[in-house]
């Protein structure tokens, strides 16, 4: 009795627990239309070169298009004891065409057919990834638009520092959310080559024309050696180490939005369908959204450990190991997915408290380096200026007052080089406007950010 494509070889089939422990069907299921795509791209090949015939690829063809057919309305019957998606498809194949259905898989392999219906579905969830980064951005870079003006306190380890442009803040993320996208791009044009023809691990003997393959199937080229084209997937763990670093900037957006939600900031108020409330504390309302994205990016970078480690102890070419890729590899795409079509909604709903973070700023001396750099002007070395302001904050700190509100003739006591016009250069507007230079705070050089930000992903 056959119970596997192998099985003629072995003398007893494998306990029910084998079985369950190498199947890998219930998770790599969601590749079967990348499989499927795979295998008439073979097909195709193979009937060009003369190995099938048109009838067997026209039957194939038939064949493929009922499985689909199958697996979206959700009649195909998976099959454990079949192992995995592509034992499943190619034994459906079979019951529905016959001979033409086993001869699918000459000069082919499921160690080839793999790590090619990964990479063709990784290539899909980078470019799907990279479109939700784009969305996140624009829903950033639109905030941003509006917010040019309004002024925040920049912080350094977590104290008020000096004042900056709340968009300024904004665009910081889309900078790094900009990085992640060519990183993504990178990754992809490494993913994006064909392991087919590689068969188990040393080739074929049939004359199969592969760059034919890679052209049906839209890869920019063929893996160049057989052992690595089957056992290496550092394809994957590129995209999930891109993907670890995306979850990281949306961990710390996160931690800043808990922060300024928090009515001891009060910078902010998400929009309530992203909170919730508490069972037993009738004023709660938690940003729940934001906890739980720092949260899953441990788990995002819990997936590129589990990859590396993987990978570490293979000796050439493939081994099982492999098939542990999957669940990693998935989840990560998902949750990164998710997290970030879920923070573009939510960056659309923040309330922004203006008067809140200037309140602040203003409380946080933190228009001092501005007063040093007035005496600088005027002719002090910095760092005796660093230390006449630092001796006037000192006075204002221990009457709880700002150094605004410090009288000329007390403030001219830590300097005799402040005049009249000191008390401007300890203005929050005055502080950011004169922080006019590329890569700076000052309103007029954001906006021209946003500017730039904004052509950017009107083409992307
Ligand atoms: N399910 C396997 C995997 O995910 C497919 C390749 C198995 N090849 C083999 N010779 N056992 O890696």
């Not at 996140?136 to 905030?143: E, I, N, S």
């Not at 300024?168 to 994006?192: I, K, S, T, W």
């Not at 080559?193 to 199969?208: E, N, S, V």
């Not at 959204?289 to 990978?311: D, F, I, N, Q, Y």
Request: with cysteine.
């Amino acid at each position: 009795h056959k119970q596997q494509a192998w099985s003629a070889r072995f003398s007893e089939p494998v306990s029910a627990l084998v079985q369950r422990y190498t199947a890998s069907v219930d998770f790599d299921k969601r590749l079967a239309l990348f499989d499927i795509a795979g295998s008439i791209a073979h097909a195709t090949m193979l009937t060009e070169q003369g190995i099938l015939s048109a009838d067997d690829l026209a039957s194939i063809e038939r064949g493929m298009a009922q499985i689909r057919d199958e697996i979206a309305s959700g009649t195909f019957e998976w099959k454990l004891e079949l192992e995995d998606v592509h034992l499943n498809i190619e034994a459906r194949l079979v019951q529905l065409v016959g001979d033409a259905g086993k001869r699918l898989h000459t000069g082919r392999s499921r160690n080839d057919q793999v790590a090619t219906d990964i990479r063709l579905w990784l290539r899909d969830s980078i470019d799907q990834t990279v479109a939700q980064i784009r969305a996140l951005q624009r829903a950033l870079v639109q905030l941003a638009a509006a917010h040019a003006d309004t002024i925040m306190p920049g912080f350094t380890h977590l104290q008020v520092a000096q004042p900056v442009s709340f968009s300024h803040h904004l665009l910081a993320y889309v900078e790094m959310f900009g990085r992640d996208a060519e990183r993504l791009r990178d990754c992809r044009a490494r993913v994006n080559r064909l392991p087919l023809g590689a068969a188990a691990l040393a080739g074929t003997t049939f004359p199969i024309n592969r760059p034919r393959v890679a052209e049906l199937l839209g890869f920019d080229g063929v893996c160049q050696n057989s052992l690595d084209a089957v056992s290496d997937r550092d394809f994957a763990i590129e995209y999930n180490a891109a993907a670890a670093l995306i979850m990281v900037h949306i961990s710390r957006f996160s931690e800043e939005l808990v922060l300024w939600m928090s009515p001891a900031f009060g910078f902010i108020d998400l929009a309530d369908r992203f909170c919730t409330g508490s069972s037993i504390m009738p004023q709660k309302k938690n940003p729940d959204v934001p906890e739980l994205a720092r949260g899953k990016t441990g788990r995002v970078t819990g997936h590129l450990m589990s990859l590396l480690m993987l990978m570490k102890g293979q000796p050439l070419a493939y081994n099982k190991d492999n098939q542990e890729d999957k669940e990693p590899l998935f989840d990560t795409a998902d949750t990164v997915i998710d997290t970030l079509r879920i923070f573009t909604d939510m960056v659309g709903g923040i309330r922004v408290k203006a008067e809140s973070m200037e309140r602040t700023a203003l409380q946080g001396y933190s228009t001092a380096t501005d007063l040093a750099d007035y005496l600088v002007k005027k002719g002090l070395p910095f760092r005796d200026a660093h230390e006449a302001v630092a001796q006037a904050v000192r006075f204002a700190v221990e009457r709880g007052i700002g150094l605004e509100d410090i009288g000329l003739e007390d403030l001219r006591r830590f300097s005799r080089l402040i005049g009249e016009d000191a008390p401007e250069a300890l203005k929050l507007q005055g502080s950011l406007a004169a922080r006019d230079h590329l890569g700076g705070t000052a309103p007029n050089q954001v906006r021209a950010q946003v500017a730039r930000w904004q052509a950017e992903l009107n083409q992307a």
